[in-house]
């Protein structure tokens, strides 16, 4: 639910549905209002790391944990790979 007093959110409805999606309060907030100002554009700085092909399975399995990807112990590489697409 959002909450009248938190004043640093700019888009409350991106912030609530991040939560219910399992992200940090500070996390939330940041993607929420990244996503609300137009001069930052989020969706637009993409690109710049290599495919998820090109990473060792070791870093693949490093950004799984930072996602907190379940089951992630137990994938293979390609396994990986989808889960970090979809997650």
Do not use: C, F, H
């Not at 940090?24 to 790391?49: H, V």
């Not at 930072?66 to 697409?85: C, F, P, Q, V, Y």
């Amino acid at each position: 639910m959002a909450e009248t007093n938190r004043t640093s959110v700019k888009s409350d409805n991106t912030y609530d549905a991040l939560r219910d999606k399992g992200y940090s309060k500070s996390k939330a907030a940041a993607i929420a209002n990244a996503q609300a100002n137009d001069n930052m554009a989020p969706s637009e700085k993409g690109g710049k790391a290599p495919p998820y092909e090109d990473w060792t399975k070791d870093d693949l399995m490093e950004r799984a944990r930072e996602l907190e990807i379940e089951g992630r112990s137990t994938m293979n590489k390609d396994e990986l790979i989808k889960a970090l697409r979809n997650g």
